[in-house]
């Protein structure tokens, strides 16, 4: 126990289980990691996989002559997902090894169990890493690999998250949010953080977390949406913001969260709210590039467990108005009304039929009816049954809305109130423009939003 | 107003204002900022000065000749913190120009108003630019400057921000957050995202914001620190969380918010909480490098308003016991209980003393008391009345707090009944442990409290 408790720093230095490759043969390693199986080939002879961060590596303990009896029996004794310290010499088998994903092997010199899991777990990460076509093939095969379901990974949600996949996921999520950040910021954006808890509503909407704040009513942020205009008005020019929103709604598909990562800009535009529309391509664009070449070993880990294959994009994001592609759906069969929303189907349909004809499973619709976009879109100044907005798809999802604002407090007011929205519970943010404010855009995405497709 | 919803995309270049320098000495260029003041030379001439993003420039109308008398006369219609457009040239005037941050001056040729602020504004952004000691002297040679409170200043939060010095500060926020999070990633942590909306407290306190979540009690997470071991529990290794965290408190020190943007590390540890300590070092001395270095007009800008003096802080960051710390005030003639904790103005006084004897206002002071840290905190192996816990300050204030976490069950279960939690409340938190669990610690901060001193 005390060695757990910082008593001493020896100074030893660690290799991680991702680093071991032919390059270390025949060197001596210091590895920590979970214990993933065990499995004895007689007394004398023991083979663990070890896993850190979803790497794993096999290691093999030999006795006598290489270790003790004891040792061998002792290592025996430990449970699955137990964290052991390791220090052994780096082999490299004939064969491939197929159950880790490193190709080396470690002869075990020492064996330190630092912390000892539970000797029945509700989840082995094993099964839990397994693809579906594993597990159909293994039923086939007779050897019938245990399924672990969806409520069981989410009651111990802690295990399941250390499958390959996951550890993925995550490492992807990061650099998703990451790669928006560091392109805006080179682009001259700035990085606010907007109040999660605000007074009254946050964009008129109803579905909101309502709370008492020192016995005065408020309510959880549903997007910064309102905040970020009113740092444009405030002179910052250009800011994203990255954090938590949170929608009070029940869920019916994978679109739905109560709580996710926001993503959210919002800049001043000189002429057009295309210039907004640039920023979208540029940075997506710049994203799945970056994605692609960075995340290699992610994506390679995900696929293994959940087949995908890669999403195909131009180099410029294509660009088609509202009106071109009810006409496409026309053309294809399908009427929907000219100047309500596409619902899910017919945004699938589009989306098939882009494919087809612009070879991208990325792009821009833009000049939707303003009718079903929120009070604060702009008009189009040709045509008022249209406005300057646009939403992003992926694969045929919706995943960014974008538009640019009104920003003329008269309109503002007019446009609020046709929308059965009370000025006074958003008068505030209306005030903020009658300081002088300049035209202005932005989107709003979801980091989880970006990576369901 | 057509122009102003995205009429047409002209192509025409702009320039921006911090940009405008001697180099483009005669050269046209356009310009988009507000009018901060306007100032009339006879009938024939007007100056302006115009500013965007803080920085501002001096514009000038001369008629006739370089521009008609009816335009100087519609230019003295438009009214303070309006958005204009300018097409001039650069001049080079022979003197300094003491009012605008740029030393050059634009020759109008054309103006256009792109959006007009109300004529009367309930804060004039030059007057709230202004600082102390000018206001103090302007009383003196009775010029008398309007000074602006800090209530006018937050019931008008959006005028406020336009100031040189709030502009400023946002950016050094939006720096902080990057050069903490590029080298956390650079150090192979990942970025998290925890939830906010949680069921029970978040680490057993009082102090949090209730809400009901679908007819179920929840609350909002007052840290992410449970969240976040958690994640060490599932493998991340090293992970660390920007995002708001909420306590339900009342106000009484610039040290509390009910809502700031948190900053959160946890690591796995292999042997020592001093690898915690390494991290925050090597962190914060590259932060403050960084921040000096990119962030030399912010820090002027701030400077102006707002005197200070740089940090004094050392290559190596100084690494106290809490018991040494105690001895040197004792040695100062100040009794503080050597296993309580140290109030506000006997770390003030340690800063002092640490000052004088080491020279730097950066510093840490760890093995605390294990009675005045919350239950989680791992205790010293060779003494139980310590913790494996350190605090670091910034001029004699404790801005982060960093320790080992208790990662064994059972202790854990021990520590949280004897600080009287009731272990059932965070039962998946505990439970997390079992399965496996590496010896870990970490920091918590918040963007706001590195800002402050």
Chains 1, 2 share one sequence.
């Not at 294509?318 to 009304?337: C, S, Y």
Request: net charge negative; hydrophobic share 40%.
């Amino acid at each position: 126990m005390e060695d757990l408790q910082s008593k001493a720093i020896s100074g030893r230095m660690w290799t991680t289980v991702s680093a071991l490759t032919e390059e270390l043969k025949d060197h001596t390693v210091l590895i920590r990691g979970r214990v993933q199986t065990i499995r004895a080939l007689g007394k004398n002879m023991t083979f663990f996989t070890v896993r850190e961060k979803g790497y794993a590596v096999q290691c093999v303990l030999v006795a006598p002559g290489i270790v003790s009896s004891q040792m061998v029996k002792y290592a025996m004794t430990i449970t699955k997902e137990s964290f052991v310290d390791i220090e052994g010499v780096v082999k490299v088998p004939p064969q491939a090894i197929k159950e880790t994903s490193q190709q080396v092997e470690v002869q075990v010199r020492k064996i330190y169990c630092v912390n000892r899991a539970a000797a029945i777990l509700p989840i082995n990460v094993e099964d839990a890493s397994r693809s579906e076509a594993q597990i159909e093939k293994s039923l086939e095969t007779g050897e019938k690999f245990v399924r672990v379901n969806q409520d069981t990974r989410l009651n111990y949600r802690i295990l399941d998250l250390r499958t390959p996949a996951n550890q993925a996921i995550y490492r992807l999520e990061c650099q998703v949010s990451n790669l928006f950040r560091q392109y805006l910021l080179d682009e001259d954006f700035i990085e606010i953080y907007t109040p999660k808890l605000t007074a009254g509503t946050s964009e008129g909407g109803a579905a909101v977390f309502k709370l008492d704040y020192k016995k005065q009513p408020a309510c959880l942020a549903q997007s910064p949406q309102l905040h970020k205009q009113m740092a444009i008005c405030g002179d910052f020019g250009r800011v994203f913001i990255v954090g938590p929103v949170f929608r009070a709604e029940d869920s019916y598909t994978h679109r739905h969260l109560c709580e996710f990562t926001g993503l959210d800009i919002e800049m001043e535009i000189k002429e057009h709210y295309s210039e907004v529309m640039d920023v979208v391509d540029r940075l997506f664009v710049n994203m799945f590039d970056e994605l692609n070449e960075r995340c290699k070993k992610e994506l390679e880990a995900i696929g293994k467990q959940y087949p995908f294959t890669p999403l195909k994009y131009l180099r410029e994001t294509l660009r088609l108005t509202f009106e071109e592609g009810i006409q496409m759906l026309k053309d294809a069969g399908i009427e929907v009304d000219p100047l309500g929303d596409l619902n899910t189907e017919s945004e699938r349909i589009l989306g098939k039929l882009v494919l087809e004809k612009y070879g991208t499973e990325f792009y821009i619709l833009h000049r939707y009816p303003l009718a079903v976009r929120p009070f604060y879109t702009m008009p189009c100044p040709d045509n008022a049954l249209y406005s300057n907005s646009f939403d992003v798809f992926i694969r045929g999802e919706e995943i960014i809305s974008g538009a640019q604002r009104v920003h003329i407090p008269e309109l503002l007011e007019a446009r609020a109130t046709a929308c059965g929205i009370d000025v006074k519970t958003i008068s505030s943010y209306i005030d903020s423009f009658r300081y002088g404010a300049p035209p202005h855009g932005g989107i709003g995405t979801g980091c989880d939003a970006l990576l369901w497709p």
